[in-house]
């Protein structure tokens, strides 16, 4: 996929579809060369983190891109899924609170995701 924002909204999309909670994505281009595209949502069990994670995975995968690194899986509250230029973030809500990474990512640019996500009743 030639399109990073491409491959970030397909992404986003596939967490949305399964009812991924508070999905963020953070443009990280500029400040680190860890990524240039930061995605952070929730989910309510490790279930459902581990279901949202294998998601993206094979959604990413159908539409050419590899998952360079998984971190996270067994323990179901933080997967992380490294794509070299997004990263995926898929929380508990503890473990999403605790690690605050929109605070740490806070000089980032917040990208607005509304018209690719569900709105929230």
Same mark, same amino acid.
């Given at each position: 996929?030639?399109?990073?924002?491409?491959?970030? @909204?397909?992404?986003?999309?596939? *967490? %949305?579809?399964?009812?991924?909670? /508070?999905?963020?994505? #953070? @443009?990280?281009? +500029? $400040?680190? /060369?860890?990524?240039?595209?930061?995605? #952070?949502?929730? +989910?309510?069990?490790?279930? @459902?983190?581990?279901? *949202?994670?294998?998601?993206?995975?094979?959604?990413?995968?159908?539409?050419?891109?590899?998952?360079?690194?998984? &971190?996270?899986?067994? &323990? +179901?509250?933080?997967?992380? *899924? %490294?794509?070299?230029?997004?990263?995926?973030?898929?929380?508990?809500?503890?473990?999403?609170?605790?690690?605050? $990474?929109?605070?740490?990512?806070?000089? +980032?640019?917040?990208? /607005?995701?509304? /018209?690719?996500?569900?709105?929230?009743?």
């Amino acid at each position: 996929m030639n399109n990073i924002f491409e491959a970030v @909204k397909i992404a986003v999309k596939a *967490l %949305d579809s399964k009812k991924a909670e /508070d999905i963020k994505v #953070i @443009k990280t281009a +500029g $400040l680190t /060369d860890l990524a240039e595209y930061i995605i #952070i949502c929730t +989910g309510s069990s490790s279930t @459902k983190i581990k279901t *949202l994670a294998d998601l993206a995975e094979v959604t990413l995968a159908e539409n050419g891109e590899a998952v360079l690194h998984r &971190e996270g899986y067994m &323990e +179901g509250n933080w997967v992380l *899924l %490294d794509y070299g230029a997004f990263i995926i973030n898929v929380f508990n809500s503890r473990t999403r609170e605790f690690y605050a $990474l929109e605070q740490l990512w806070q000089n +980032g640019e917040e990208i /607005d995701i509304s /018209d690719i996500v569900t709105p929230e009743e």
